[in-house]
């Protein structure tokens, strides 16, 4: 990997993509006041494990780290809710993603795909988060959703203003140092709120066939959900519906433009564009880490962990463990099984998998068809997030 890191200045903070991690599967962070889970295998035992190892972590968040003075809800939040409540709300929306749903989307995301490229034909190069990588997913997405797929500056504004920090995660460091930085990432918080708010409002007034009026609608236990669960949910939908594919999709033409044997390969046999994708997930996993927090004292790994402690789980590493992945390092669209845990495990599994799945496997093989060879230009070089816990590019131009 040192060539990739060297070549597409890959920050210090993405650790997992500079080659072979040396050290303990688990391990604990005295200066960050966290649990930091590596191994492959330990990652699965925490998420096996929700009664000990909790999504609820804004409970151990130092105070001073959250908001005051302000109503701010995390309420409608799943990736933050535990069982039972966690399933009564993820049924909510599962059948807007089921398998036939999701395949009914096809022709719909080849349009979009064309109708993108289109745009962009004429120029001597193709930026593909700007030009495609970005607005094919929050397109599909806000349909889905029901809200004005033309607002998506507006959605790149706000998911910017949450998603792109360089900031070091920690649970010690005083909250005075993050007092900025909390400010910075509540300006997109509240406009998303309000945007969201108004458009709930008009649904129960007027209903549509969208998501965003399931939720409005939708009852668990006999009640409706209160307004602040609808609309994190759905602030939930729009976010995570369109990032996951932003970054899949540039991830996976960098790994094509860092390896182009693979690349010819792909090209002679389109079958392969899907184990493609698996392998850019493995290589260059989206989000990378995630944290959960212990409800009692664990043992894991041979080490100890207090009951109410953060543990983040690296996926990035885990994804990266020999013991499960030989040559973790190289980019082997052939490996079989290729068990990555790039859209997680258990009970939290990625509930757009299917969907971010089928808008990349449809969008690479247009782009196949209609980009020659992918190549990025050294003197406009690939900019990656700064994000400490995400793998994605921010800017990604291509030569025709």
Known sequence: MSDIVERYNISKQHFWLHGPRTGPSVEYDAAAGMYNVHGYQEVQDVLADPTTFSSDTVRLTPKGLLPEGEEVSLKGFITQIDPPEHGKLRKLVSSAFTRKVVAD???????????????ADGR?????????????????????????????????KWADGLFQRDTKISFSEPAENRAAEMEATMRPWREMTRYLAEHAAERRKHPRADLLTKLVQAEVDGERLPDDQVINFAMLLLLAGHITTTMLLGNTVVCLDAFPEQQDRVRADRSTVPAVIEESLRLFTPFAAVARSTTREVELAGVTIPADKI??????SANRDPRQFPDPDVFDPGRDPNPHLAFGRGIHFCLGAPLARLEGRVALNILLDRIGTFRTDPDDPVVFMPTPTMTGVSRLPLLR
Request: glycine letters at 4%.
């Open 124 to 156: 001597d190069r193709l930026e593909l988060v700007t030009d495609l990588a970005y607005p094919l997913p929050v397109i599909v997405i806000a349909e889905l959703l029901g809200v004005p797929s033309s607002d998506r500056a507006l959605f790149r």
């Open 105 to 119: 989307l096809e022709p719909r995301i080849a349009e979009l795909t064309h109708e993108l490229l289109d745009a």
């Open 311 to 316: 543990v983040m789980l690296w996926f990035g």
